[in-house]
């Protein structure tokens, strides 16, 4: 995911940058960065897909362009038209065009040619047609470049669980799908946001919410699950009245330091981790908001 992220991050730049080359802009640029998102996924198709990846990035396109045309899913055929730069744009108008993965691409190509209108209509479009998937993520990272990439992640103020941290992510997912107990269903809600699913994450940290209104925690993950960089005020708008309503409670006012500073405030998330350490520098997430202090 991080390295996801960077690569939409290093797209936005290309936006209301202008090729030079008036006759054929795509022949005086680099080819566009492909993101590749398979979450879990361990078989076979997701590893050869991981390689041709690992290819393309490393500019061995012809090699990269045979492993993608083994397969037919949406992200195997995006990197083959990827591949077959500069002809990449009229191959991938020629896909489905309801997949974000699909729309996303696009939108990258565009910008890095310098159409930054149609590039933000096709980023817009990813985020349209598939909202709960890591593409509308990384297309709204580059909509909004002076936000931190990604979405702000729930923690919990527990440790994770040992018998949870030996098993692949594969059955670390398959384990917190079914957690009945309130923490586990908050894992999982978390690992979800990890994922680039913020739509199922919320879901899921709505419901802990109801199940235990009166759990400050539950709630706060409520709230983190909400952040939109469309309209951030709605998980502020939640978070900022659970530290009144538990002032003694370190969860809620650790993530409305952790969102102001995906905001960019970093004053007010300096003042907000601090009031949170205060509360407990010892534990975890007391910790964790000492890191994020030093950093800052």
């Keep these: ?42 078989d076979a198709q997701a590893r050869d897909l991981r390689r041709a990846a690992r290819l393309y990035d490393n500019g061995r ?14 992200e195997a055929r995006v990197g083959a038209a990827l591949a077959s730069w500069p002809d990449t744009l009229p191959r991938l108008r020629a896909l489905p065009q309801r997949s974000a993965v699909v729309r ?31 593409y509308a993520v990384r297309a709204d990272d580059i909509l909004h470049p002076r936000f931190a990439p990604g979405l702000p992640i729930f923690t919990l103020s527990s440790q994770y669980p040992r018998r ?26 978390s690992a979800l946001q990890r994922l680039g699913l913020p739509l199922s994450a919320e879901r899921v940290f709505a419901a802990a919410a109801r199940s235990a209104p009166d ?8 709230a983190v699950g909400r ?5 951030p005020a709605a998980a502020f708008s939640r978070l900022g009245p659970l530290t009144r309503r538990f002032p003694r409670a370190q969860s809620p006012r650790f993530h409305l330091g952790l969102l102001l500073l995906w905001i960019g405030d970093v004053d007010g998330a300096r003042t907000q981790l601090r009031k949170a350490r205060a509360l ?9 908001a000492k890191r994020f202090l030093d950093r800052l």
């Design 215 to 222: 759990d400050p925690e539950a709630l706060t993950a409520a």
């Design 61 to 74: 396109y012809d090699e990269a362009r045979a492993i993608f045309h083994r397969y037919r899913t949406p």
């Design 227 to 231: 952040f939109a960089k469309d309209d």
């Design 104 to 134: 996303l691409h696009q939108g990258i190509v565009l910008a890095t040619l310098g159409d930054e209108q149609a590039a933000r209509a096709e980023l817009e479009a990813a985020a349209r047609v598939g909202p709960d998937t890591p």
């Design 280 to 288: 407990g520098p010892g534990t975890g997430l007391g910790r964790e």
């Design 1 to 42: 995911m991080i390295v996801a992220a960077a690569a939409a991050a290093a797209v936005a730049t290309t936006l209301g940058v202008v090729a030079m080359t008036r006759d054929d802009p795509a022949a005086s640029v680099e080819p566009p960065p492909y993101v590749l998102d398979l979450g879990v996924r361990e």
């Design 164 to 189: 949870l941290a030996r098993r692949s992510p594969a059955e670390q997912l398959a384990l917190l799908a079914h957690a009945r107990d309130l923490q586990g269903r908050l894992r999982y809600g």
